[in-house]
């Protein structure tokens, strides 16, 4: 746990998921720049209930430290969201915080919206296109980076969105933008704002796969299919014949979608952290599967990881797992799926799983399971099968 001193207080944060890399931190640069600019130059005072919206809150530092201006946090991540629960929570502020999914809209109007800007763009694009109704001529759009992740496209989404962009100094290689909001784009606020400005969601086909697939804006590969994914369903007829599957971390469904049209009989679940993923997965499932029992085949859960899944439950577990949380490249998340994967499996079930080859699985693959197999790769990937879950060394 680290201490971030605000001009509103001090905090005592930790990240969600926890990590082993004490490197890494609940907030950077750019979060405390942002609180200093609002504290110096933001009169939230005067702000009515429900008119500060934060969007991309990391583990939760902005919205506890502005905690007594009631804002509302909007991610898509059920992580994010569950860190500031906690931080929330661990330093006594009062009430809950006000926590909104990427599926939902904020209401407004809107006095004052703060952004961290996001990892994928188009999640950006979609996010400001949703709230730019939500605006009036007085409110207050201000973005906050560390300069190695901005680039001119962010800025040419506020120009389109929003409207001019102005920038602060740079400070601890962090920057702020402030967009001003154009009169015209800032019209009447209707009371219950459609998404139809959003482009998003949207979708491709890949003749060579028979696949055509939706994808909210803030889905991995949201506009091809990603090349660990292919090989792994290029060769997808050596999976054995399962009753329970889980698609673990299911980004728009591929993996679990493809198992589920050569398995009709088996029965998928799919999981994943973020909202716009589930909402994918779950609208692909019923367009490719319509006519089904879709309750009875299939269930979407948002969740992290393996954590609501039942002790030996599953035959099949197929995974294309994260590399990175957020901005920060880490192996943690994948070596936690591979231990609890060997507590939801059944005895003679198997983890699928495909891979960069240098990404250091293997160790913990073994580790967990009594077999390792490579069944097919590439000069860059691997789909490693692990049997025999190790009975008892989940604990
Ligand atoms: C590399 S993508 C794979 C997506 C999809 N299976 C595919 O092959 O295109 C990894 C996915 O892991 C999800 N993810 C990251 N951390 C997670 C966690 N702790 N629990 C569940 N899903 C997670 C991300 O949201 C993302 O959709």
Same mark, same amino acid.
């Given at each position: 746990?680290?201490?971030l001193s605000t001009p509103f207080g001090s905090l005592k944060l930790r990240r969600w998921p926890s990590t082993t890399d004490r490197s890494l931190r609940a907030w950077d640069a750019a979060d405390e720049l942002l609180i200093k600019h609002v504290h110096e130059s933001i009169d939230l005072e005067s702000l009515a209930t429900g008119r500060?919206?934060?969007?991309?809150?990391?583990? /939760?530092?902005?919205?506890?430290?502005?905690?007594?201006?009631?804002?509302?946090?909007?991610?898509?991540?059920?992580?994010?969201?569950?860190?500031?629960?906690?931080?929330?929570?661990?330093?006594?502020?009062? @009430?809950?915080?006000?926590?909104?999914?990427?599926?939902?809209?904020? !209401?407004?109007?809107?006095?004052?919206?703060?952004?961290?800007?996001?990892?994928?763009? *188009?999640?950006?694009?979609?996010?400001?296109? &949703?709230?730019?109704?939500?605006?009036?001529?007085?409110?207050?759009?201000?973005?906050?980076?560390?300069?190695?992740?901005?680039?001119?496209?962010?800025?040419?989404?506020?120009?389109?969105?929003?409207?001019? !962009?102005?920038?602060?100094?740079?400070?601890?290689?962090?920057?702020?933008?402030?967009?001003?909001?154009?009169?015209?784009?800032?019209?009447?606020?209707?009371?219950?704002?459609?998404? &139809?400005?959003?482009?998003?969601?949207?979708?491709?086909?890949?003749?060579?796969?028979?696949?055509?697939?939706?994808?909210?804006?803030?889905?991995?590969?949201?506009?091809h299919v990603d090349i660990g994914s292919r090989l792994f369903i290029e060769n997808m007829h050596m999976l054995p014949q399962s009753s329970d599957v889980l698609d673990l971390a299911c980004g728009n469904g591929i993996l679990g979608l493809?198992?589920?049209?050569?398995?009709?009989?088996?029965? !998928?679940?799919?999981?994943? %952290?973020?909202?716009? *993923?589930? *909402?994918?997965?779950?609208?692909?499932?019923?367009?490719?599967?319509? @006519? %089904?029992?879709?309750?009875?085949?299939? =269930?979407?859960?948002? @969740?992290? /990881?393996?954590?609501?899944?039942? =002790?030996?439950?599953?035959?099949?577990?197929?995974?294309?797992?994260?590399?990175?949380?957020?901005?920060?490249?880490?192996?943690?998340?994948?070596?936690?799926?591979?231990? *609890?994967?060997?507590?939801?499996?059944?005895?003679?079930?198997?983890?699928?799983?495909?891979?960069?080859?240098?990404?250091?699985?293997?160790?913990?693959?073994?580790?967990?399971?009594?077999?390792?197999?490579?069944?097919? &790769?590439?000069?860059?990937?691997?789909?490693?099968?692990?049997?025999?879950?190790? !009975?008892?060394?989940?604990?």
């Amino acid at each position: 746990m680290n201490v971030l001193s605000t001009p509103f207080g001090s905090l005592k944060l930790r990240r969600w998921p926890s990590t082993t890399d004490r490197s890494l931190r609940a907030w950077d640069a750019a979060d405390e720049l942002l609180i200093k600019h609002v504290h110096e130059s933001i009169d939230l005072e005067s702000l009515a209930t429900g008119r500060l919206l934060i969007c991309n809150d990391a583990h /939760g530092a902005l919205s506890c430290a502005l905690h007594s201006f009631a804002p509302t946090s909007w991610s898509d991540s059920l992580l994010a969201l569950t860190a500031l629960k906690r931080n929330w929570k661990s330093n006594n502020l009062p @009430g809950e915080p006000k926590r909104l999914e990427s599926t939902n809209l904020p !209401v407004g109007p809107l006095d004052v919206v703060l952004i961290k800007v996001p990892k994928t763009l *188009a999640l950006l694009d979609d996010q400001l296109a &949703q709230i730019r109704p939500l605006l009036h001529p007085n409110s207050v759009v201000v973005a906050t980076c560390m300069l190695k992740y901005l680039n001119n496209s962010s800025f040419a989404l506020f120009e389109k969105h929003i409207g001019a !962009v102005q920038t602060s100094l740079a400070v601890k290689k962090s920057r702020l933008l402030f967009s001003t909001v154009e009169q015209s784009a800032a019209t009447s606020v209707p009371a219950h704002p459609s998404s &139809q400005a959003s482009k998003y969601p949207d979708r491709y086909t890949d003749q060579d796969l028979d696949l055509s697939l939706l994808n909210y804006a803030n889905v991995f590969c949201r506009d091809h299919v990603d090349i660990g994914s292919r090989l792994f369903i290029e060769n997808m007829h050596m999976l054995p014949q399962s009753s329970d599957v889980l698609d673990l971390a299911c980004g728009n469904g591929i993996l679990g979608l493809c198992v589920q049209r050569s398995q009709p009989q088996a029965k !998928v679940t799919f999981v994943d %952290e973020s909202y716009h *993923a589930i *909402a994918s997965a779950r609208e692909n499932y019923a367009s490719m599967f319509s @006519g %089904e029992d879709v309750e009875a085949k299939t =269930s979407f859960l948002i @969740g992290d /990881g393996l954590e609501d899944i039942e =002790s030996l439950s599953l035959d099949l577990i197929v995974c294309n797992p994260p590399f990175h949380i957020q901005h920060a490249l880490t192996a943690d998340t994948t070596l936690a799926f591979i231990k *609890a994967a060997s507590r939801c499996l059944r005895y003679d079930g198997q983890l699928w799983i495909v891979a960069n080859k240098n990404l250091p699985y293997q160790y913990t693959l073994k580790r967990y399971f009594k077999k390792l197999n490579i069944k097919a &790769q590439n000069r860059r990937f691997a789909v490693y099968c692990a049997s025999d879950p190790k !009975v008892g060394s989940a604990d």
